[in-house]
């Protein structure tokens, strides 16, 4: 018996605390949805399936070094998806998304698609006026995918040109591009993402420590040890 969906009236209510909150938060809010894969060739299939999270994940990351933004937690917006069936649907419509965007308080959504052809790797974006359901830019960022995470720093950077929101100050611009993140890395913290959204607690920490140990430089994985830790 196929599960009944709830409409986004009723999750709306749910979320009164969560809107409320955002109303008061003067900061225009963000969300960024799941990468679709837009047809990759020459890559691990797990790597591929991870990296639709992996890319949310860490261009949320770089949107939330810029204080200016208001960021919507991807598990906020994790359950919403998943609920209406629209967490593995592929690329969402620009309507769609910002009637999910409203639902989390975002005056801005995020979504796009990854393709690999052997090792060629190109990542569009689309930023969704909620308010209007207009798309308001398309960006577009290509390059080896040994730069993956060179990618993701220089499409959070984009999202932001011309769509009159404020841009990441210099000095932390700098110090963000200065990080040495292998693809290696980012691919590693995906697939720990998706464990944990799969609730593999132990599969996902473990993962985490070999990417703390290993590279640094990549503090999300420390950031979410510690979150895991404090969960408890």
Same mark, same amino acid.
């Given at each position: 018996m196929r599960r009944r969906l709830l409409p986004l009236a009723v999750w709306f209510t749910a979320l009164v605390p969560s809107a409320l909150a955002a109303q008061a938060d003067s900061r225009p809010g963000i969300a960024v949805f799941p990468f679709a894969n837009g047809g990759s060739f020459g890559a691990n299939r797990e790597d591929l399936e991870a990296l639709s999270i992996g890319i949310q994940q860490m261009l949320l990351t770089e949107l939330s070094q810029? /204080?200016?933004?208001?960021?919507?937690?991807?598990?906020?917006?994790? +359950?919403?998806?998943?609920?209406?069936?629209? +967490?593995?649907?592929?690329?969402?419509?620009?309507?769609? +998304?910002?009637?999910?965007? /409203?639902?989390?308080?975002?005056?801005? =959504? =995020?979504?796009?698609?990854?393709?690999?052809?052997?090792?060629?790797? *190109?990542?569009?974006?689309?930023?969704?006026?909620?308010?209007?359901?207009?798309?308001?830019?398309?960006?577009?960022? *290509?390059?080896?995918?040994?730069?993956?995470?060179?990618?993701?720093?220089?499409?959070? +950077? /984009?999202?932001?040109?011309?769509?009159?929101?404020?841009?990441?100050?210099?000095?932390?611009?700098?110090?963000?591009?200065?990080?040495?993140?292998?693809?290696?890395?980012?691919?590693?913290?995906?697939?720990?993402?998706?464990?944990?959204d799969a609730g593999r607690k132990e599969r996902a920490v473990e993962l985490y420590r070999q990417i703390a140990e290993r590279f640094p430089q990549m503090t999300e994985a420390r950031e979410a040890l510690r979150q895991l830790s404090s969960e408890g």
């Open positions: 810029n /204080k200016a933004l208001r960021i919507v937690e991807r598990s906020q917006l994790r +359950a919403l998806l998943e609920e209406q069936q629209l +967490a593995t649907a592929g690329q969402v419509d620009a309507q769609t +998304a910002a009637r999910v965007g /409203k639902v989390v308080g975002a005056r801005y =959504v =995020v979504t796009g698609v990854f393709i690999d052809l052997n090792g060629n790797f *190109r990542l569009d974006g689309r930023i969704v006026d909620v308010e209007t359901s207009e798309i308001l830019k398309t960006a577009q960022v *290509r390059d080896r995918r040994d730069n993956l995470y060179e990618l993701l720093f220089d499409l959070a +950077a /984009k999202i932001t040109d011309d769509v009159d929101l404020p841009p990441l100050p210099a000095s932390v611009r700098e110090e963000r591009r200065e990080r040495e993140i292998p693809t290696e890395a980012v691919t590693l913290f995906s697939r720990a993402q998706v464990y944990q």
